[in-house]
């Protein structure tokens, strides 16, 4: 599981993730990170982005790719420490609630 796998399968989301009109990074340990600006239509997917973000979500890639397939809860997530949050709550949440659909 790498890096290429997460964008791939947030990159099959980009018009859904275009709700979130905000610059999310998704950070994970020792792979990188990925930028997801959604404050242009259509949103943009970019590997190591510069720039600030609205809210980061740090995770492994696995766990990353779990939460992804559904087969990881956010919530459940940030409760046992697999996932953290940096900047926006609520972006993190209004994220969280547009993964789980």
Known sequence: ?????????IHARLLDLAAMRSRIRFQ???AGS???????????LTRNGEGDADCTISMSVENMIKLLEGNLSPTIAYTMGKLKVQG??????????????
């Open 88 to 101: 926006s709550m609520g972006l993190a949440l209004k994220l969280s609630s547009l993964l789980e659909d």
């Open 1 to 9: 599981m790498t890096i290429d796998t997460v964008e791939a399968k």
């Open 28 to 30: 994970m340990e020792d």
């Open 34 to 44: 990925l930028l997801l600006d959604a404050t242009v239509m259509p949103p943009i």
